[in-house]
């Protein structure tokens, strides 16, 4: 699709997307500035880049089972955007996928997503707890960049291993806390996290990757055991 192609199409304010179709086309709906809502098959297992950017009023969908891909940018800019339900099969989220979604207040990501991309979250200004996902493997920076009010994390006992640029760029995040399961923090995993001050540090730890801590200027001390 094109961008903007039911853009000021004042009374479209609701379209159901038929069974069977398994992808959102990219751009297919984005700057539809009076949709409120979409309706998803159980069918869907990704949605393309943009294809909702710039949705201003959409309500909050809900994300079928087995959806397993959320594109680049596919929901950056719908401000009326709050709290979606991410399905078990999720894996993937993209660039920017939620970037400015100023309504969210909590990331709650199944235990599947295995790669969350640069600045995914960014922005998302109102968001205040992060479930983090077991089997994260992959990820980018700046993921959480400008969300404000994201001052602590969890992450939870089984997790070995940070991924590369994980929390890059969460400037605001203040406390962590590790699980004593981990044994590998990755590349720049929180640098630029300028906001910490302590944290807690497992003995089992043996890797920390180049960078890992890099520009954490209020960084006072770190306790290992």
């Known amino acids: 699709g094109g961008s903007d192609i039911f853009e000021g199409c004042s009374k479209l304010t609701l379209i159901c997307v038929p069974e069977g179709v398994t992808e959102i086309p990219s751009s297919a709906f984005s700057g539809s500035d009076y949709l409120e809502n979409i309706t998803l098959p159980a069918s869907l297992k990704k949605i393309n880049a943009y294809a909702f950017t710039n949705c201003e009023k959409l309500n909050t969908p809900s994300l079928p089972d087995h959806l ?9 800019g719908c401000k009326n955007l709050s709290n979606p339900v ?8 993209e660039e920017y996928a939620f970037y400015g979604c100023t309504k969210l207040t909590s990331i709650d990501l199944p235990d599947s997503v295995e790669t969350i991309e640069y600045r995914a979250f960014y922005d998302c200004s109102n968001v205040e707890s992060f479930v983090y996902p077991k089997n994260w493997k992959s990820g980018g920076s700046d993921i959480f960049k400008g969300c404000s009010k994201l001052t602590s994390i969890s992450v939870p006992e089984g997790v070995t291993q940070i991924p590369n640029y994980a929390f890059s760029g969460s400037d605001y995040l203040r406390n962590i806390t590790l699980p004593s399961t ?13 906001s910490f001050i302590q944290f807690t540090l497992s003995a089992n730890v043996t890797q920390l990757g180049e960078y890992s801590f890099s520009g954490c200027t209020s960084l006072e001390r770190i306790w290992i055991g």
């Open 68 to 76: 397993e891909t959320i594109g680049d940018s596919a929901f950056s």
């Open 182 to 194: 981990l044994t590998t923090i990755g590349d720049s995993a929180f640098s630029g996290c300028s």
């Open 86 to 93: 991410f399905p078990n099969g999720l894996k993937k989220i």
